[in-house]
């Protein structure tokens, strides 16, 4: 593209007070020969933006560069439309907002600020979206519960046709099981007829649902828009054409044959809260075994939850659900002893109305671990527990029934486990390894495994700080009971989000663009493939699966599948990969468009890649809360830390830059990495660096990486000046003037 | 190896039937042994009673609650259940503890002499029966008729201590000055019964209502005027759970509305700062708040003050619920806290409508030795001193 | 261990006494509680029988609210309960009274029994001993202090002026002086498992008694209510000279000097 830049500098907000804007004018006009170079007291008013407009009309101005505030602020202002490069470069959040007016190293940055702007402008090609044959807009439910058939209805509902398969007979899933259901609507305090049949009927009667039961998924091949599905029902295998996929195969109770420490399997009375379900939709509530009608009753709550040996987690349902069939046998016999042994009730939002109606029935509750079960002559149980709110330890009269409400389990956590693992193997950091079940649900032929990612008890991988509905597999979405223990009336709500998301990816996958985070983008990596040796290092890394293999180890590139956040290309060690609005010659010469003083001038340069999720949003917090910090930092935005090349570890270190600080997201446990794995992969890149460097004898302390979140903006001076310290100690980079 | 506690429905039941029927909505959240005015005093009696925990032994039905200083310690005073988010009846929750062993014939000894009293002679303070109405002698009360609009009800402190009996006079004397038509029946009363009550002694109370119930029905009785918070409660509350219906206030009420009606002024000037402590009994348990401090204020050259803890969370004077015959040490009644209070405050005058605080309150600030510098005054009395120049 | 308790219900010792219109005392709506001594003697032998094992049975006269203060002893901790009740009981003296309970605790298995050494009401404080005589075994009154072992007791018993130590053989009847212990307030478990102790309830006749064999000793003429009392004299003046009308006044008026 034959490009005509004009660059436009706002002296407002203080810009024009704090700097020589006609200095600046320079850098465009003189350094760079830049043919239109502008400044306006209020460039994001109407007549500052009408000037670019007119400029971009008439003048043919087709790359422009904007000197003003954060490209995180008015960005509906200067849109220019798809045929025009548009760039910003910050001077006002992370130059004038924290640094001192009318001074030359406030000055120098804001001017290598242009500078790195103009270099990059330089480097950006208008990305074309990339569009596959035969995409679809149709939704894959996998799995006929609640939450399926609720994600079947609302996609249909919203004009797209859905295809719910099914592993069992019928449709229903969990709900067929019920005597009852948990109130969803006022006053509360009263369990509802089952609902579930009218739902049914609604899935199956819809024209734009197809419904599969007896069937399971043999494969999904393919990427979003363009998922080829094969499914295998009663023998015969039937193949669909799937936009994006909703993953709704619920979850299990609990084993139960592993609570012999409550007297399961050991007393006959000992039964779980499914059985007892069962009992109450049987008819009358009777002992198994020898049938006496059961005048009282012993809840045992948390039965192999919130506890290491077992599950550690609560699994959310289990009080309601308890204090629900406590009112079936109330309503059975109005006389009937009921005991609630408890960690805590969790009777969240209205379900406090339950709770308060079996307490005014007249049930006792007790508050602390069971201690010991016991059985007398009559198969009745004896239970012992601490009572904490007496600080006693208590005994019971024998109960007829105990009932152990246990957990839930997702389906997606049997099966064999397959540690995703770097097969590069001189490496002795290596990241976290995805941890992938063989739950036979999707079979996804993907070269990272056949299921999506699990978290730490089995549940499927959702970006849970930050985005629940998202997984690690784009287009692909998990829904309901197997993303999270919760209630019908959270399955619901679940669905019905799992269903958006899955109609967002389908019709931004159709534009060619990005699905998230990066909404809008047009760009995806291309990979020059003469020069790619099969290290295999990009598709092992991509967070998301996005790149599968070839029998030669070739990547095969998925554009709709990837996030455009390009680790794999800071992971290529060839650099075979770019985007057309992102590369890595681009970020070299930004670096090398900064100005950096001789060593007598005494003053430093720090270069400071910061990603664009956390770390560019924490510095513009720090500059709109008006902390200072040292002048000699220099910011070069990167997409995710992850797509660091270590190239710019070089370039920058041989331009003579003294240090260098990698600012990103937290990973670990509570990760908050919008491309889930991108920090973490920097952290690991640069302990390869640091031997790299101590051969060149540049001390590995030049090179430092630092975690934040936007609401660490406080700690942003303290980082920066802290590492300028570091660095006076050092002294000046020795390459400096080479 | 700890001793196990067995658990017993039965005694639960038994409980719940003597009339807690509240106490299984108690969820444990330990709000009311926090707002508890025990909390606010050291001592044996401080360390032992735990209302949440009192009602969680009820609920469990194991032993402890009934221990003497436990069971008889609440003052009645209703911090916790004015607060408690689950709407615990509390006090009902305790009397009815509290009845499961009264009922069975068992008062700690020092309230024995009291519920004898009022056995042989209709009032707790063993005063003699035919003496109830002396204290009216010389003042030219009306007899209860059909034409009287009200019954004026004097608690039997008033009929019969020494102290207390001012309060009365000073009563009937607003009331004969604001022109309400009022009579009385004294004589023939017998007393309310609202504390043997709160004490749990559910029979004697009994007998008192009915025998209180058949003399008013007999005279017509419509509207009662009472001159303690308690007997208000007794009236309005406890009253018709046997067949007593009648329209009750307490004086204050009556008075204040008279006043904003131009029918009582104040001509005279008190130029002293006054204060109030609100009654348990006639704020927090019946939410009259405002008539007292509007005929206060009402007394030219009065600098009125609240006290921090006023209104809903006015602290008690620790003599409800019987507590008013137990022996407590110096340092452990919280009503001595009240005069601690209004000293801060610089008050003049301590103020309160209520005979059992007047007696606590006079009690405390001459244990405190502040008589010097505060006085304790029944509203009524402080009104009285005001009415003429 | 076998522990008798003989109780008697009394007038509450706040209770107005007033006489109807026959002169007798009138027993209307007055409340009745347990003859306070008699509640040292049940925690006495309750205290027996946690230390020796055994039981305590309740032994009373009265008339049908008699039950009542059988069932508050069963609350602190006796195991059973006899009451006799009978119309005659109405017109009965010590004399017959004694000869009553005598046949009613001979009918039970006894090594010790108990009361309270005086009523409140009548103050007569001759049922025990006289029931001792009647059963032929002896008895020690206003007992301070009793220390059983195995058949012997040790007792002491309050005198004026001082206590004396009498050493006796069981069975043998003693009655409680206040001091004697701490009576204990019961437990509502207690009172719940009160009202399913055993309670018998007998007539005179089923003691093998007839009305004729109870002819009274002693009958009472008249009760007379105490004369009111007057209002004190204050004495005015200093020290002394309110002394010299003091002096003067007990000599002259009260003739007491």
Known sequence: ????????????????????????????????????????????????????????????????????????????????????????????????????????????????????????????????????????????????????????????????????????????????????????????????????????????????????????????????????????????????????????????????????????????????????????KNGKIVRPGDGKEVQSIAFLQCAGSRDAEHLPYCSSVCCVESLKQATYLKEQNPEAAIYVFHKDIRTPGQYEKLYKRVQKDGAVFVRGDVTGITEDDDKNLLIEAADVLTGATIGTEGVDLVVLATGMVPTTAFGESLDAKSENEEKEEKPQGDTIIRSNLLNLAYRQGPEMPTLKYGFSDSHFVCFPYETRRTGIYAAGSVRAPMDALSSIEDATGAAMKAIQCIELSELGSAVHPRVGDLSFPSFAMQRCT????????????????????????????????????????????????????????????????????????????????????????????????????????????????????????????????????????????????????????????????????????????????????????????????????????????? | MEEIKSVSLEMKDYIVSSGAETLSWCMQCGLCTNLCPWRLVPGEVSEAFNIRKMQRLGQLGLEGFEDEEILFACATCGMCQSNCPRKVEIINNVRSMRNTTVGAGFLPAHLRPIAGSIHANGNPWSGEKEKRAEWQEGLDIPAFSEDTEYLLYVCCTSCYDTRSKKIAKSIVSLLKEAGVSFGVLTAEENCCGETIRKLGDEELFQKLAESNIKLFNSKGVKKIITTSPHCLYAFKKDYPDYGGEYEVVHYSEVLSKLMKEGKLTFKGEVGKKVTFHDPCYLGRHNEVYDAPRELIQAIPGVEFVELERNKSKSLCCAGGGGRVWAEVPMGQRFGELRITDAVEKQADVLVTACPYCILMLDDACAGLEKNDVLEVMEMSELLCSASKP | MNIIVCIKQTFDTEAKIVLDGNGKIDPNGVNLIINPYDEYAIEEGIRLKEKFGGDVTIVTMGGPRAQEAVRTALAMGADKGVVVNDPILEGTDEWANAEILAKAVAQLPYDIILSGRIAIDDGASQISVRLAEALNIPSVTSVLKLEVAGTQVTATREIDGGTETIEVALPAVFTAQKGLNEPRYPSVAGIMKAKKKPLKSMAVADLGLAAGDLASKMSVQKYTLPTARQAGQKIPGDAPQAAKELARLLHEEAKVL
């Open chain 1, 534 to 738: 099969q290290c295999k290092r990009c598709t092992v890394e991509c967070p998301f699966g996005a790149i599968n293999e070839d029998d030669k180890f070739n990547p095969l590139p998925n554009p709709t599948r990837c996030r455009r956040c390009g680790i794999c290309m800071g992971a290529c060690p060839e650099r075979i990969i770019s985007f057309k609005n992102y590369s890595v010659p681009m970020i070299g010469n930004m670096i090398k468009a900064i100005e950096v003083p001789e060593e007598d001038e005494e003053k430093p340069r720090i270069v400071v890649f910061a990603c664009e999720n956390d770390a560019i949003p924490c510095l513009d917090m720090a500059g709109i809360n008006r902390l200072s910090y040292n002048a000699w930092v220099r910011v070069i935005p990167v997409r995710c830390l992850g797509s660091m090349s270590l190239v710019w570890i070089a370039d920058t270190l041989s331009k003579g830059i003294d240090g260098i600080l990698l600012l990103g997201c937290k990973h670990g446990d509570d990760y908050q990495c919008h491309f889930i794995k991108g920090s973490e992969l920097a952290e690991t890149r640069l302990s390869k660096v640091a031997e790299t460097l101590d051969r060149l004898s540049l001390e590995s302390e030049r090179v430092r990486m630092e975690q934040v979140s936007i609401m660490d903006y406080d700690q942003i001076p303290g980082i920066l000046d802290g590492f300028a310290e570091r660095l006076e100690e050092l002294g000046p980079n020795p390459y400096k003037g080479f």
């Open chain 1, 1 to 280: 593209m034959d490009k005509k830049t004009g660059v436009y500098i706002c002296s407002g907000c203080g810009i024009g007070d704090a700097l020589d804007i006609a200095a600046l004018s320079k850098v465009a006009t003189k350094e760079s020969k830049v043919p239109v170079c502008k400044t306006h007291a209020f460039l994001c008013g109407a007549e500052g933006v009408a000037q670019i407009k007119s400029d971009i009309e008439n003048e043919g101005v087709n790359t422009v560069v904007i000197a003003g505030c954060s490209s995180r602020v008015n960005y509906d202002v200067f849109d220019f439309g798809p045929s025009v490069i548009l760039e910003r470069a910050n001077i006002r959040e992370q130059v004038i907002w924290c640094h001192p007016a009318e001074d030359e190293d406030t000055q120098m940055m804001a001017e290598d600020n242009l500078r790195m702007s103009l270099a990059k402008a330089g480097h950006i090609e208008i990305p074309e979206g990339y569009h596959g044959e035969n995409m679809v807009k149709t939704i894959l439910v996998v799995g006929g519960g609640l939450t399926g058939i609720t994600a079947a209805i609302e996609g249909a509902k919203a004009g797209y046709k859905t295809v719910l398969v099914e592993k069992s007979p019928v449709l229903g899933g969990w709900m067929n099981n019920l005597f009852k259901q948990a109130p969803l609507k006022a006053p509360y305090s009263d369990p509802e007829e089952v609902d579930i049949a009218v739902r049914i009927q609604e899935v199956e009667a819809n024209p734009d649902v197809t419904v599969y039961t007896s069937a399971e998924i043999k494969e999904i091949a393919g990427a979003p828009g363009m998922f080829d599905v094969k499914i295998e029902q009663n023998g015969q295998e039937i193949n669909e054409r799937i936009g994006s996929v909703v993953l709704a195969t619920g979850a299990v109770p609990y084993d139960a044959s592993k609570l012999e420490h409550l007297g399961y399997g050991k007393y006959a009375n000992v039964i779980t809260s499914q059985a007892f379900e069962e009992l109450a």
